[in-house]
């Protein structure tokens, strides 16, 4: 799995001791908004500190690119709960960044 690159969106996230790259793409975005709905109330309720952790994992695994075998949505979230927030703050903040400025 090649590293992510900040250039394009892109934010590692830690899983199971493997960096899995998320990129919020228009497809993953489209595909997490047909989810969790409006991007704008998601990011309101993020900047609310209202986000779920359910909320959270939805973006992250819409977001996500080449998932290591094995990986299942539910795995992920398990995988977030384990870090804790420490770990998933900084990826949310930037996935949260490119829904706000683009590239």
Do not use: Y
Not at 8 to 30: I, N, W
Request: aromatic content about 4%; glycine content about 10%.
């Amino acid at each position: 799995m090649s590293a992510a690159n900040p250039a394009r969106g892109e934010a590692a996230l830690t899983v199971r001791g493997e960096a899995v790259t998320l990129r919020p793409s228009f497809a993953a975005l489209v595909a997490a908004e047909g989810e969790l709905g409006s991007l704008f109330a998601l990011v309101e309720r993020a900047a609310a500190g209202e986000l779920t952790l359910a909320e959270m994992a939805g973006l992250f695994w819409h977001c996500l690119v080449d998932p290591p075998e094995g990986l299942d949505r539910e795995a992920l979230g398990e995988a977030v709960a384990a870090a804790g927030l420490a770990q998933a703050a900084p990826v949310l903040k930037a996935i949260l960044r490119q829904i706000l400025a683009g590239r």
